[in-house]
């Protein structure tokens, strides 16, 4: 039983034996149902019948192929090929919304699964950001980008963009920050591409709630899953081999 069912679960029966005297709990059980391979070797006919034309269409949709990876890619703390590829594509993306972003932030907890070599689906994709999170631009004064930095020092990283450098101590404090090998000023304003739900203070990320000239669209195609497709799509257009590599933009001492 999920968490939140149990919960809900006990909430009603205690709300139900404040209403009625006559109730009164007894006790609370419970159990896990371990779902893995064993149950392959045994499929249930019927159930595969069933699904058969669901899975058809669903594999109509999730397999084709949108472009090709040149490595395998998963997302580590504090820098990662997918932290750093996730965060470029952000920064990409400005062109399209005729943003020039002077770096990208994506959240690691937003990457839920790696990428593995060679060609890359829709469903791929999918995998990796099954979230509606969209694209959003914004500007933070370089104080608040130097708090934005700390936050992420205090958890041992997230994903930046290419020409952002931290230097971070191993009790997760922020050592040192630059953007395209000059520090952050203090009172400049950088133009920031991330998520719209990091945009909101999410994954304490909260100094982005002192953003402002907000450009935040929220139709479908501004999904972030979206963003990332028309990237490997480009990039197979020039024929490119998508490519991301470990740079030392979050180092730890």
């Known amino acids: 039983m999920k968490r939140t069912t149990f919960t809900w679960l006990v909430t009603g029966t205690i709300a139900l034996s404040a209403c009625a005297s006559h109730y009164q709990l007894a006790g609370v059980e419970r159990s896990r149902i371990l779902i893995d391979s064993t149950y392959d070797a045994h499929p249930d006919e019927q159930a595969a019948a069933f699904m058969a034309p669901f899975k058809h269409r669903v594999d109509s949709m999730m397999s084709p192929v949108v472009g090709s990876l040149a490595r395998y890619m998963a997302a580590v703390r504090p820098e990662s090929p997918l932290s750093n590829l996730m965060a470029d594509i952000l920064l990409w993306t400005g062109k399209a919304y005729q943003e020039h972003p002077d770096f990208a932030v994506y959240n690691m907890g937003g990457m839920r699964a790696a990428f593995s070599k060679g060609p890359v689906t829709y469903g791929d994709v999918l995998d990796v950001a099954p979230f509606e999170n969209k694209i959003c631009f914004l500007t933070l004064k370089g104080d608040k980008v130097l708090e934005l930095f700390r936050e992420m020092a205090s958890v041992g990283g997230e994903a930046v963009s290419h020409g952002v450098n931290l230097v971070i101590t191993k009790d997760y404090k922020l050592k040192s920050a630059s953007l395209n090998g000059k520090p952050i000023d203090p009172q400049a304003d950088y133009r920031v591409a991330t998520l719209d739900y990091l945009a909101q203070g999410n994954d304490k990320m909260v100094a982005f709630k002192a953003k ?13 899953r979206f963003l990332i497709i028309n990237y490997f799509r480009e990039q197979t257009a020039q024929g490119k081999v ?11 001492e």
């Open 242 to 252: 998508v490519d991301s590599e470990v740079e030392g933009r979050i180092v730890v």
């Open 212 to 224: 402002t000239n907000v450009v935040s669209p929220q139709n479908t195609e501004n999904n972030v």
